[in-house]
């Protein structure tokens, strides 16, 4: 009877420890992966456009990510999907007029989805606890119901969920998520928070700063000129 | 000398001591001795409600409003843009090459936004100030000074994108 237990407690054991292995493994090969060029063959490329997740962060992180897709070709970036708070009232109105100039009769394909914040300015440290987790919850949401190719994204906190939740369904294999992100025009020094933590957890595939002092500070970001 | 139009802007933010700093007396009547007639202000999300009367005390034409998605006209017709620090406003005027004086919120706890004003200003793109030193600013400020700011192209992050993913150049 006790040894039936101790071997069935075992197993489970072993199970466990596999499942962990595996995971591991995975989180190992995803980062590995990470920052290497997709490979495609020729053929593909023709038939297949990149579903694209654009967060826009309000403000001046709205303008500069929009002057990345108003130089997108959107034949091979397509459908576009954008992301603004729920706080945020001007930023998919903008996105919507870049897409009515520039994608014309297209525009029915790209979509506008709002995402709650985890934090607004000013609120409490101890309601931000669940704010942060329902911003999560909806993340997550939005990120398996869409399964984008491409997440491009520029801070602030807003796009940290959305980000956190692409690498999830690249580490569940759902799909692998090139992740793009471009720090603010505003950091000439320091790394946002945000910034500093996706360059810490390797968490993007291409990381762009916008002033050469910066990306000599942060070897792994590339620099290639400013946005605005 | 009628040099006109300042537009004042902080955004879509909230940022009364500006906007405040701008409507003091003392400040306007150092705009009207520039030879500035007429304010337009931008509020935002601000509380603080501009009092027409002082300015006509100063010979100054005050009027506000709370937040227009595009304000390129005003841009457009402005001799001189005093703004907050948040960089859409800032690159919106430096791309409409008005001259510019930022003025940076002295209050807000994560102060990156003055790494942008003073990086800036070093290359003589604009003037910075703080709400306490805004008229000591406009006093010793030469525009002629300033350096017209050349627009960035996006374009090269594109493209480094696109061989990234495999897509053809274009």
């Given at each position: 009877m006790e040894e039936d237990e101790q071997s069935g407690m075992r197993w489970w054991t072993i199970l466990l420890g596999l499942?962990?292995?595996?995971?591991?493994?995975?989180?190992?090969?995803?980062?590995?992966?990470?920052?290497?060029?997709?490979?495609?063959?020729?053929?593909?490329?023709?038939?297949?456009?990149?579903?694209?997740?654009?967060v826009l962060g309000s403000g001046g992180h709205?303008?500069?990510?929009?002057?990345?897709?108003?130089?997108?070709n959107f034949e091979n970036y397509s459908p576009r999907c954008y992301i603004a708070a729920v706080t945020d009232d001007h930023s998919l109105a903008k996105a919507k007029r870049l897409e009515e100039e520039k994608a014309g009769d297209e525009l029915k394909q790209s979509r506008f989805y709002r995402i709650y914040r985890s934090r607004e300015v000013g609120q409490s440290y101890i309601t931000s606890v669940g704010t942060t987790l329902l911003a999560m919850a909806h993340a997550f949401y939005l990120a398996f119901s869409i399964r984008p190719d491409l997440i491009i994204c520029n801070g602030p906190g807003t796009c940290l969920p959305v980000c956190i939740a692409g690498f999830v369904l690249k580490v569940l294999g759902v799909r692998w998520v090139v992740m793009v992100y471009v720090e603010s025009i505003a950091r000439v020094r320091k790394l946002s928070l945000t910034g500093l933590l996706f360059y810490k957890l390797h968490l993007m595939d291409q990381f762009f700063v916008q002033w050469p002092k910066l990306q000599q500070k942060f070897p792994r970001t590339q620099y290639v000129g400013r946005l605005m | 000398m009628t040099k006109g139009m300042v537009f004042v802007t902080v955004g879509s933010t909230l940022f009364d001591a500006l906007v405040e700093a701008v409507c003091r007396p003392e400040c306007l009547a150092t705009l009207r001795k520039l030879g500035y007639s007429s304010?337009?202000?931008?509020?935002?999300?601000?509380?603080?409600?501009?009092?027409?009367?002082?300015?006509?005390?100063?010979?100054?034409?005050?009027?506000?409003?709370?937040?227009?998605?595009n304000v390129d006209e005003y841009l457009n017709s402005a001799d001189l843009v005093i703004s907050h620090a948040g960089s859409g406003s800032v690159f919106e005027t430096l791309r409409a090459q008005r001259p510019l004086v930022v003025v940076v919120n002295t209050l807000l706890m994560d102060n990156?936004?003055?790494?942008?004003?003073?990086?800036?200003?070093?290359?003589?793109?604009?003037?910075?100030?703080?709400?306490?030193?805004?008229?000591?600013?406009l006093r010793t400020m030469r525009l002629d000074s300033l350096v017209?700011?050349?627009?960035?192209?996006?374009?090269?992050?594109?493209?480094?994108l696109d061989q990234f993913l495999g897509f053809p150049p274009s």
């Open positions: 499942l962990v292995v595996g995971f591991v493994s995975r989180l190992v090969i995803v980062w590995m992966f990470t920052g290497q060029p997709r490979v495609t063959s020729k053929d593909s490329r023709k038939e297949r456009s990149l579903k694209t997740l654009i709205t303008a500069e990510i929009l002057r990345i897709v108003e130089k997108m | 304010l337009v202000i931008q509020l935002g999300k601000g509380n603080f409600i501009p009092d027409k009367s002082v300015g006509e005390a100063e010979n100054i034409e005050i009027e506000y409003f709370t937040y227009k998605p990156h936004q003055s790494e942008l004003a003073d990086e800036l200003a070093e290359r003589k793109y604009l003037y910075t100030a703080s709400p306490e030193t805004l008229v000591d600013t017209p700011y050349q627009s960035s192209e996006p374009s090269a992050l594109v493209t480094t």
